[in-house]
């Protein structure tokens, strides 16, 4: 299964962008997804997940009461609603497979998100 982000931009501190991490193949309701970023020079870290229900969500602590995560299995698609944005949010996001919060399988192609202050 290939998980591909997209939805990135520029936005003014903050302002709202969502992002979307589509998947194909039959299996994506079966699986958790979640979102990393890696700002420049910096490691990749984790930022939200989903369970493949929805019924659970986690956020790190920066981005809780801001950040949304939800899906939508019919359409094979996990979205991050951002709100409050802030310049140090800016970074290339990525989606990916997860167990709870950890990252596995290869990562597809991020999403450039510049927060502007």
């Known amino acids: 299964v290939q998980l591909q982000a997209s939805g990135g931009g520029l936005v003014q501190a903050g302002g709202s962008l969502r992002l979307s991490c589509a998947a194909s193949?039959?299996?994506?309701?079966?699986?958790?997804v979640g979102w990393f970023r890696q700002a420049p020079g910096k490691k990749r870290d984790f930022v939200a997940a989903?369970?493949?229900?929805?019924?659970?969500?986690y956020y790190t602590d920066s981005v809780k009461g801001r950040f949304t995560i939800s899906r939508d299995n019919a359409e094979n698609t996990v979205y991050p609603q951002m709100n409050s944005l802030r310049p140090e949010d800016t970074a290339v996001y990525y989606c990916?497979?997860?167990?709870?919060?950890?990252?596995?399988?290869?990562w597809g192609q991020g999403t450039l998100v510049t927060v502007s202050s």
């Open positions: 990916s497979r997860v167990i709870v919060t950890t990252p596995f399988g290869s």
């Open positions: 193949g039959r299996t994506f309701s079966s699986f958790a």
């Open positions: 989903i369970s493949w229900s929805g019924g659970n969500t």
